[in-house]
């Protein structure tokens, strides 16, 4: 009888210890980090709990966890002759299940084993072949950080190096270089720039992003050294992933807020099938408040909306198929005011309407052979843009006349490959290539302020054509040493020119704390269509189409790291980097002074030449300690100079270089409730770094010509006031039996202090005002999981 009553309490001892408590289902897969290939028989254990519960993966690689109690746990993977890796402080909730991927290192050696905290390490991004200026975050970071809005590119912009372009839009600027030279990738592809109001010709930003964090899966950023895959880019590269949807159980997500009203759907195709679907559906709030009588954005109510799905469908022997998608429509106007007293500037007279439709969509087949050694992965996408922008000014009898009209439309089809071979433990190949066709319609007039005359500047049509391909090597001489090196090549249709960059890095592991890394490369970036194809200024004695023989940007690369892990869940790292540009467009004769490096987005119609140069150099400081026993925070630290060269031979001072930035942010989290299932969290961030660049004003000039006339020669040699800015966010979350709500609120300049963006004359005013960056962005929302 004894024996029977201990018995029954050891068969109970799960449901007394966590009959009090919610609890999740925790699941995930698992790949070896050099073949792709999924590991069978990997001890996943639950070590954050008492007593411990896991499982191991199945031939598939997956494995499954139930009754988890709500909470945040830390994951241990171990498996013989691999790595041990780590996933800490995973938040497991009601109302979702919890997907994780993981991937795992084969060590080399029988050595002392090698602790790899592949769930806290932003130093080690999700791709093996990069070694420097790479990180990886989650979409749990972007919701956590203060003042990021949900938005990988504000995201970001917490890391060293980077920084804002302005506060109403998240283009950023990478280590003092033009956000033009950034590159989008999803799911292995090029992507267009992915945010609504996304400014002219050649921006990778904009006023508020299309991506929604319902649809991520763990992202990988790089700020220099790319590895040899990543061409078309010189200042930085995203490269995102979509999540798959719940292949076991369907479930919802409801979220209303200032940014928009938000649904995602997700579960299984059927209960006998692992196939599953993702989609997730956005409209303006915004637009409904206008719509209901509530015009909350003054005069100029920005409206937008935006739809992403990811389908898969995986098979039996000949791998698995996704179809993915993005797209958004957005529009912004204002108009102008009939009562004529009140026109004190030029921007009260004038009205713009601007227009933007942005999608993509795709097709992926991925692979694994029957030798475990070989992958392959392929994509098709088709994706356009069509962005339009009409100005008028309004004189005192309200008479309309035009100031510009752009319109600007790209159709793309893309089609890439990688293939992917892990020879042993020690090798590992990846090789692929990508074709673009880019087909376009472009069209811009405007008014020169200088003649006064109202003329076309760029009408062309057409398509051309971009194609790369490359080929790297990683080899490992031991556990603790890395070598990475590759080839990447490019061949531009639009100038008929064709480029190899050759790329290297490594990593050396001093200690199981403490490495060393390094990387150079050669890369090279494609200009915006126009460009090449813009019409130069009537009457100039230059080769109309002179543009179109330009070379494409390029940069060289050099980086060298030290990371030091320290109390288990602080991190120091340091990165000292040198990038060389040349063969920059930049223009000629009375336009020496004049370099495409100084521009966020739009083009120009001046003669240019490939005679530009540039370098950037500096050093990073990150202190960070991880989110554990729950708070974190980050400090970084950049230090860094900015300088160009035009035709005119003076080196001189980029838009960007502000010299310095500091980051520092924070937060806490409490567990409340009688049943300690329940969480608050508390954010803050502070930014200050240098002012941007300026021209000083021609003052007399400007008056003469009734608009704004720079003196030029000397371009960006004023600073303008240092920016400081203060974000805090705040969120609840409740766990519910079947379901959970978050309320939260993320307030991006909390003090409201509206930093100078640039000066400008005023014909109106006739005076030099300071254009200023946006005040206080409070944005609250609510969502429910179920």
């Known amino acids: 009888m004894k024996r029977f009553v201990v018995n029954i309490l050891l068969v109970l001892s799960p449901i007394l210890v966590y009959g009090q408590n919610y609890t999740s289902v925790l699941k995930g897969a698992i790949i070896d980090k050099d073949s792709r290939q999924p590991l069978y028989g990997v001890n996943v254990s639950v070590v954050s709990v008492s007593p411990v519960i896991g499982t191991s993966t199945d031939d598939k690689g997956f494995f499954i966890i139930k009754n988890i109690p709500t909470g945040r746990v830390n994951i241990k993977m171990s498996y013989v002759g691999y790595e041990d890796a780590y996933l800490s402080q995973i938040l497991i909730g009601t109302g979702k299940e919890t997907y994780v991927n993981v991937e795992m290192q084969e060590k080399v050696n029988n050595m002392k084993e090698v602790v790899v905290n592949s769930g806290k390490d932003k130093t080690r991004p999700n791709n093996s072949f990069a070694n420097v200026s790479a990180m990886s975050f989650s979409v749990e970071e972007t919701k956590r950080y203060a ?30 270089n033009s956000p033009r030279g950034l590159l989008w990738r999803m799911e292995g592809v090029e992507i267009p720039n992915p945010n609504h109001f996304a400014g002219s010709e050649g921006s990778t930003g904009g006023g508020v992003s299309i991506l929604s964090a ?7 950023f790089y700020t220099g050294a790319f590895p040899a895959e990543y061409g078309n880019a010189t200042s930085g590269v995203f490269d995102l992933n979509l999540r798959k949807g719940n292949p076991d159980k369907w479930e919802q997500t ?22 599953s679907y993702l989609v997730n559906y956005r409209y303006s709030a915004l637009t409904l408040f206008s719509l209901l009588g509530l015009p909350l954005g003054g005069n100029q109510v920005p409206k937008y ?17 996704t179809l993915f998608g993005m797209g958004g429509l957005s529009s912004l106007g204002n108009s102008v005011g009939k009562d004529t007293t009140a026109f004190k500037t030029l921007s009260d007279r004038t009205e713009e309407a601007l227009k933007q439709k942005v999608g993509v969509v795709g097709a992926t087949h991925n692979i694994v052979f029957k030798d475990h050694k070989t992958s392959l992965k392929t994509v098709l996408s088709l994706s356009g843009t069509d962005n ?10 309200l ?22 071979r892990k020879i042993d433990t020690r090798n590992t190949i990846r090789a692929g290539a990508e074709f673009q066709r880019i087909g376009y319609d472009l069209h811009q007039d405007g008014l020169n302020d200088t003649t006064g005359v109202y003329s076309t500047q760029l009408s062309t049509r057409g398509q051309t054509f971009l194609v790369q391909g490359f080929v790297q090597w990683r080899h490992r001489f031991s556990d603790r040493f890395y070598l990475v090196s590759g080839l990447h090549f490019t061949y531009g249709a639009i ?55 330009l070379d494409f940007t390029r940069s060289f690369h050099s980086v060298v790291g ?43 119609n001046v003669p240019l030449v490939s005679k530009g140069k540039g370098y950037n150099y500096g050093i990073e400081i990150t202190l960070e300690k991880y989110f554990t026993h729950n708070y974190y925070f980050m400090y970084t630290l950049s230090l860094f100079d900015s300088k160009y060269k035009g035709t005119d031979g003076i080196w001189r001072n980029t838009v960007y270089n502000s010299n310095y930035v500091m980051n520092f942010l924070g937060g806490k989290e409490f567990v409340v409730g009688k049943r300690k299932i329940n969480r608050i969290g508390v954010n803050a961030k502070i930014i200050w770094r240098g002012g941007t660049r300026d021209t000083p004003i021609d003052f007399a000039a400007s008056e003469a010509a009734g608009s704004t006339v720079y003196d030029n020669s000397q371009t960006n040699a004023i600073r303008l006031p240092d920016y400081f800015r203060i974000d805090f966010g705040a969120n609840y979350r409740r766990n519910k039996k079947k379901y959970a709500w978050v309320l939260s609120v993320d307030i991006q300049n909390v003090i409201n202090r509206e930093n100078v963006a640039y000066r400008s004359y005023d014909r109106v005013a006739h005076a030099i005002i300071y254009k200023r960056n946006l005040g206080i962005i409070p944005v609250l929302s609510y969502k429910v999981e179920f």
């Open 147 to 176: 003042g990021t809005l949900n938005d990988p590119s504000r995201m970001v912009q917490t890391f060293p190096g980077v920084v804002s372009a302005g506060d109403d839009n998240n283009a950023i600027v990478i280590r003092g």
């Open 214 to 220: 319902n649809m991520l899966a763990n992202t990988d």
């Open 388 to 397: 339009s922008d009409n100005e008028d000014t309004v004189d005192n009898q």
């Open 495 to 549: 100038n008929t020119k064709f480029y190899v960059e050759p790329r290297m890095s490594a990593e050396y592991r001093l200690t199981e704390k403490m490495n060393l890394t390094a990387g150079v490369g050669l890369h090279s970036r494609m200009d915006a269509v126009s460009t090449y194809t813009a019409q130069l200024l009537p009457g100039s004695s230059f080769d109309p189409l002179q543009n179109r023989h």
């Open 399 to 420: 008479a309309r006349a035009p100031l510009g009209n752009n319109s600007f439309r790209y159709v793309y089809i893309r089609l890439a490959s990688t293939l992917n």
């Open 562 to 604: 030290y990371n030091y892990s320290f109390f288990k869940d602080f991190r120091l790292r340091v990165e000292v980097y040198y990038q060389y540009l040349f063969s920059v467009p930049v223009g000629t004769g009375s336009y020496g002074y004049f370099s495409v490096i100084n521009l966020n987005d739009g083009f120009v």
């Open 305 to 321: 909306q935006d739809l992403a799905f990811n389908f898969s469908f995986p098979t039996k022997s000949i791998g698995t198929f």
């Open 254 to 275: 409801l979220q209303v807020g200032v940014l928009g009203l938000e649904a995602a759907v997700e579960g299984p195709f059927s209960k006998k099938y692992k196939g």
